[in-house]
């Protein structure tokens, strides 16, 4: 945030008032007192919105919440109280996940990407809230060219002919010299990530990172060598 820039003071002040409120449906004040060392009276308060932290100690809040409870460990929390049930689709439409997840990606790559890319499957949503945090646009990648009097620039990955995912992108809806950041909801083999990869290089833009929410084990990471320089799971398992 440029010195004098008084919109994003005033939206990171209010981004950490909406922090706060989710994660009090969670947490006590005397929780989030100590996650993020501020009184509880003043906690309260910004909760109820009857006052708005200063510029200042909004960014300690974010800050704060970011690394003594990044989306990791949330998520982590959350698989372990399922009890070996996991349904990634109530995670990823968790709005405190969600919340996290976007304040995590636009405090690292804000500057960074200018486009967000996702394929359209249970990912988009992370992607939306990632899109939003960053002020990036969205762009969804899909499995057919749905308009047939439009082109489309085409990603594929797999082993063909039988496990081979395709996905199509619109003709401009990516530009060269775009940096774009890729989301997905899932990790497993990376053939998703692949292909979304190989439509932002074919489209002329730069891939600036792989961001997934939940990756089981290391292979999507292999696949993804050579195409994406920096892929990163806010939880891996296995």
């Known amino acids: 945030m440029a010195p004098g820039d008084r919109a994003g ?6 981004e950490a008032v909406e922090l706060l409120r989710l994660l009090r449906r969670w947490w006590s004040l005397r929780e989030l007192e100590e996650i993020t060392g501020v009184p509880r009276g003043a906690l309260s308060h910004y909760v109820s919105g009857s006052r708005v932290p200063s510029t200042g100690q909004a960014r300690a809040i974010v800050e704060r919440v970011l690394e003594r409870l990044p989306p990791g460990r949330l998520l982590g929390e959350r698989i372990r109280g399922a009890k070996g049930m996991v349904d990634t689709q109530e995670l990823v439409l968790d709005p405190l996940v969600l919340r996290l ?26 992607a939306t809230a990632i899109a939003l945090g960053l002020g990036a646009d969205l762009v ?37 010299g775009d940096r774009v950041l890729l989301v997905d909801d899932l990790a497993r083999t990376g053939a998703t990530l692949e292909a979304l990869a190989k439509i932002v290089i074919r489209a002329g833009a730069e891939p600036v990172a792989a961001v997934v929410l939940i990756a089981l084990g290391s292979e999507w990471r292999r696949r993804l060598a050579g195409l994406v320089p920096e892929a990163l799971a806010m939880l891996e398992i296995g």
Do not use: C, D, M
């Open 101 to 126: 997840a976007s304040l995590w990606a636009s405090h690292r790559y804000r500057g960074r990407a200018g486009k967000v890319l996702a394929a359209e499957t249970a990912g988009v949503p992370l």
């Open 140 to 176: 969804l990648a899909r499995r057919s060219r749905e308009n047939p009097y439009r082109g489309y620039i085409r990603g594929e990955a797999g082993e063909p002919p039988f496990s081979v995912k395709v996905f199509y992108a619109p003709e401009g809806s990516l530009q060269r």
């Open 9 to 14: 003071e005033l939206r990171l002040r209010l």
